[in-house]
């Protein structure tokens, strides 16, 4: 009679898998965060850029009237609205969970405007040049 050769079982153990589980795990607990803060910085990013092409048109504003009505593109009550403008100049633009403002302050010197800029939203993700809060 023939003996029949056994054969071997193959295969995972199950510590294996466990061991592949727990990696994956650490991975992703590790990558999550990183993932969110990013998605964050990206919406932050978004929303300041948005609002650049609003600061030109402030400052024209200013530049034609020196006034303070400065949602206004020409100064007066009958100039088309400059979008995201909440009053006197002030920008505001939201982009997923960031919120961007942007505060004119006109007292630094003549002829010159500095932009203030905060973030809300952010988990105190900041980019250059805006604080968080």
């Given amino acids: 009679m023939k003996m029949m050769a056994r054969k071997a079982q193959s295969g995972f153990t199950l510590i294996e898998l466990m061991i592949v589980v727990a990696i994956i795990g650490i991975l992703a607990a590790v990558a999550i965060p990183a993932y969110k803060d990013y998605t964050i910085k990206a919406n932050a990013?978004?929303?300041v850029a948005s609002l650049d092409g609003q600061k030109v048109k402030v400052g024209l504003a200013?530049?034609?009237t020196g006034t303070a009505n400065l949602c206004k593109e020409d100064g007066d009550a009958a100039g088309a609205t400059i979008p995201n403008c909440t009053g006197a100049g002030v920008l505001a633009y939201t982009s997923g969970v960031a919120t961007a403002?942007?505060?004119p302050d006109f007292t630094t010197k003549p002829g010159?405007?500095?932009w203030g800029c905060v973030l809300t939203g952010t988990n105190n993700v900041t980019i250059k040049g805006c604080t968080a809060t």
């Fill in 101 to 103: 403002t942007l505060t």
């Fill in 62 to 64: 200013y530049n034609q």
């Fill in 112 to 114: 010159e405007i500095a």
């Fill in 45 to 47: 990013s978004t929303a």
